[in-house]
């Protein structure tokens, strides 16, 4: 057995801050110690017990630096990585321009390879530890991926993105062939090392109702494993929708008729709901995820962070890479700080931290497993350096308290504020 001990600042949190005061379910200690045997953590506590009782781990000492959960990336897309940061267009015409294109060639298993492997690594290069990804509608881009994280041993979500209409002949698939591709990858990869099946309709524009009822079907065959998919993010998109399903009482409604709506379902961006849409997702347990960078990158609008919270509907956060603007959590929870203000809502350093590690975990029905610092969870770590430019150290210096000195890294920092990253047990570096 391989025993670590991981000495320095400690945070994780025993419950959700969104939804109950975020001092009585904070667990911060400034000399702390995570002991990890294996590829888990056994144990979490005062850093001089944990070495004390421990004398035969190995000890990592990284003074006052902050040992978190690895960060949690609910929902992004790893074929966009290449088209990351392209100027000047809103959804549709951004899908058309550029994504379409650049994710029609992952029919090749060498650039998917590829693409796939540099986006894991810039993931890990900025603490993120699981990344839930959209792939293209070509099942090499599925295998390439999950072959990708587990050379890294990440645990990691991704599905077969299925589209039959509205979108160029090279990224169409039909009803059948998105059920029987969908079905063989889900079978060898779900459950397979750290990997979890995704059931993947892109969104509602790009599936008929034959391919949403087939994917809808799969799902009730296999509801152990995730759906994910897109739901109102731009006006013009959700009048799009209001076309296509003339009979629909909502965007929502275009996928419960099919079968696709579940606790395990998770929904991208969810910013413009009716009420009807937030009671149905409340009801069912599903989640939705928040895309911040996104948000305001692509021109779609203000996701009320603390409305739904406060509603009770569940809810991650996440990049959306390449609509989302970074491939940085950090840079995610300070847009979503950004987006909260401009709602009327400060989310509190601890709420921002918690969307990026357990929020995310429980959006993906993962808590305790990733995204946590207790015992029995994988050793999916970060160490933040909370001092790691000249302009956040200046800041940081002056802090009184843990949340004063790491919200000038929630605001400022990037990868650079990465000092160590472990994966399973693992010490990747940061
Ligand atoms: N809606 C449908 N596809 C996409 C996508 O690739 N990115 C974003 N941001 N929204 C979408
Ligand atoms: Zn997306």
């Known amino acids: ?140 881009s599925v295998d390439a991926f999950f072959d990708s994280a587990a ?3 990440m645990a990691v979500i991704a599905g077969k993105t299925c589209m039959d209409r509205n979108a160029p002949d ?30 993947t309709p892109r969104f509602s524009p790009t599936s008929t109702p034959a391919q949403l009822e087939a994917l809808g079907a799969l799902w009730g065959e296999h509801p152990d494993v995730l ?29 419960e008729t099919f079968g696709l709506l579940g606790a395990k379902g998770l929904y991208g961006h969810a910013i413009h709901l009716e009420p009807r849409e937030v009671d149905r997702l409340k009801e069912v347990g599903a989640a939705v995820v928040h895309c911040p960078t996104s948000n305001t990158f692509i021109g779609s609008g203000l996701f009320d962070m603390m409305a739904l919270s406060a509603q009770g509907v569940r809810t991650g956060l996440a990049t959306d890479t390449g609509g989302g603007s970074s491939f940085s959590m950090l840079r995610t929870m300070a847009a979503a700080y950004e987006i909260g203000q401009l709602k009327g809502n400060a989310l509190h350093p601890a709420q921002l931290m918690w969307l990026a590690t357990e929020g995310s975990a429980s959006a993906l029905h993962m808590s305790g497993e990733i995204g946590h610092l207790g015992s029995g969870a994988m050793a999916d770590i ?40 472990w994966v399973a047990g693992t010490r990747r570096g940061g």
């Open 170 to 199: 090279t990224l169409r698939d039909t009803p059948q062939s998105a059920y029987d591709d969908s079905k063989r990858l889900l079978e060898h990869w779900h459950g397979r090392g750290r990997a979890r099946y995704a059931i």
């Open 227 to 255: 759906m994910q998919t897109h739901l109102s993010e731009q006006l013009p998109e959700i009048a799009w929708v209001r076309d296509l399903f003339p009979d629909a009482r909502d965007y929502l409604d275009t996928y």
């Open 1 to 140: 057995m391989t025993k670590h001990l991981l000495l320095g600042q400690t945070l994780g949190f025993s419950g959700n801050p969104l939804t109950s005061a975020w001092a009585d379910v904070t667990q911060f200690d400034s000399a702390g110690g995570v002991l990890i045997e294996n590829d888990r953590i056994a144990a979490t506590g005062s850093g001089a017990a944990l070495r004390a009782a421990h004398p035969d781990a190995t000890v990592t000492d990284y003074g006052d630096k902050l040992i978190s959960p690895g960060f949690v990336d609910a929902h992004m897309h790893y074929p966009q990585t290449g088209i990351v940061a392209s100027w000047g267009k809103q959804l549709i015409d951004w899908l058309n321009t550029y994504t379409f294109p650049e994710e029609s060639r992952f029919g090749d298993r060498a650039y998917a390879d590829d693409v796939a492997g540099r986006t894991l690594d810039l993931a890990l290069a900025h603490g993120t530890t699981t990344l839930t990804s959209f792939c293209t509608i070509h099942p090499e």
């Open 382 to 421: 970060v160490v933040l350096d909370l001092a790691s430019t000249p302009a956040i150290a200046q800041r940081s210096t002056r802090a009184d308290d843990i949340w004063t000195a790491i919200f000038p890294t929630i605001m400022m920092g990037d990868d650079r504020a990465i000092a160590d990253v």
């Open 151 to 153: 050379a890294r041993n």
